[in-house]
């Protein structure tokens, strides 16, 4: 078992600080909000970020969100909610194995896309290629953070959810690394430093959970076909072959879960292994020594990541860019691109808590705030009003 990256001894004993002139947060920082509040009898700073988070308005909108596939094939399909909810079970599991701290890893799991546009991926690219055109870009992890410290209105002191510094932290960090020329407005997430372990193993479990889900609905909607995946990805198919041997009985759809339970299975104890042996190997025990490595200590073996790669490519090839979904993501791009203009040409027809933002923020990154925090469902009767009108 590797010593937790955060202590959390002290991370209950906020009143701890580093030295002054010390780049580096403290465990005890970690713990810490914008707007103190008085500690809770018996609830942990980051089990309450926990509890906010899955009580966001943000966080119940990624039930009407896409994930790969819209409700026009089948209500069985993974959303942005349950997809959140496989991340956070996966984060928490590798958390606890390696003795880290599975609040902060979960609470980061459940807010790790709460920042997606609808549309899944198709919405995405439509709303960066949109605000690219004012010459702005469109970040789900700086939208996420927009979210928790802006958009959520539950308190009557101040605006946002007030989380802990960890959670917004890895908000921003947990899937990549931001410079800190290049956005200077995150000065206080340290941007040089390295995330906690915490985080670091979100965009891990996040892969895992996608890769096993999305083959698993590929097949569901018959858009993947099981000759051509057992030949073309091995991560599949070594563990395929030897259960249809097992159980020659079986329905292939039994034996296509049954592997693809294995998939993840090995996928999460890699993870775990590979961490561990990474920590082990560079010697580091305590969090500022961990943001000091130069790479990320969370990781795959470079058997599993050349697996996993092989997988995913496949899944790019005879999935996410399939013709099946090419209807979708299309409408996707349409509608997205044809509101954006439109509201962005006329924003006196926003809602007035988005319109007072305009002198501040200017129109294009308010009205893909707006389009930002929509489901499926809301930004297509918009955008059906709008072809009536
Ligand atoms: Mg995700």
Redesign the pocket.
């Known amino acids: 078992m590797i010593r937790s990256s955060i202590d959390d001894k002290l991370v209950r004993e906020a009143s701890l600080r580093m030295p002054s002139g010390c780049a580096v947060p403290s465990d005890g920082e970690l713990a810490e909000r914008e707007h103190p509040e008085a500690a809770h009898p018996y609830r942990h700073p980051f089990d309450r970020d926990r509890a906010r988070i899955i009580h966001a308005r943000a966080f119940r909108r990624l039930a009407g969100k896409t994930q790969v596939f819209t409700h026009r094939y089948s209500d069985h399909f993974r959303s942005?909610l349950t997809?959140?909810m496989e991340?956070a079970q996966i984060a928490r599991t590798v958390a606890g194995v390696l003795g880290l701290n599975d609040a902060l890893s979960e609470s980061l799991a459940l807010v790790?896309?709460i920042g997606?546009p609808p549309f899944g991926h198709a919405g995405e690219r439509a709303l960066d290629e949109a605000l690219r055109e004012h010459g702005l870009r469109f970040d789900h992890n700086l939208h996420a953070l927009r979210i928790v410290e802006h958009f959520e209105s539950r308190y009557a002191g101040f605006r946002g959810l007030n989380l802990t510094l960890g959670v917004r932290e890895g908000i921003i960090k947990h899937s990549r690394d931001y410079s800190a020329a290049k956005n200077p407005e995150l000065a206080e997430y340290f941007l040089d430093l390295r995330p906690p372990l915490e985080a670091q193993l979100i965009d891990l479990a996040?892969e895992i959970?996608?890769l096993t889900a999305d083959f698993d609905d590929g097949f569901e909607a018959e858009i993947l076909s099981l000759d051509e995946t057992r030949e073309g990805v091995r991560l599949f198919e070594q563990f395929y072959a030897p259960i249809q041997e097992a159980y020659p009985e079986a329905a292939k759809r039994l034996v296509l879960n049954e592997t693809l339970k294995r998939v993840l299975n090995a996928l999460v104890d890699d993870l775990i292994v590979e961490t561990r042996r990474r920590v082990e190997r560079s010697g580091v025990e305590r969090l500022d020594q961990i943001r000091r490595v130069p790479g990320r200590l969370a990781a795959f073996s470079p058997k599993m990541e050349e697996l996993r790669l092989g997988a995913k490519s496949y899944l790019f090839d005879h999935l996410y860019n399939a013709p099946e979904l090419t209807r979708d993501h299309e409408e996707a791009a349409e509608v997205i691109a044809t509101l954006f203009r439109t509201w962005v040409a006329k924003p006196e027809l926003l809602p007035p808590s988005y319109a007072t933002q305009i002198e501040a923020e200017g129109a294009p990154r308010v009205v893909a705030d707006y389009i930002a925090g929509m489901t499926d469902q809301y930004i297509l009767s918009h955008y059906q009003a709008l072809q009536i009108a």
Do not use: E, L, P
């Open positions: 942005r997809h959140t991340v790790h896309d997606h996040d959970a996608y």
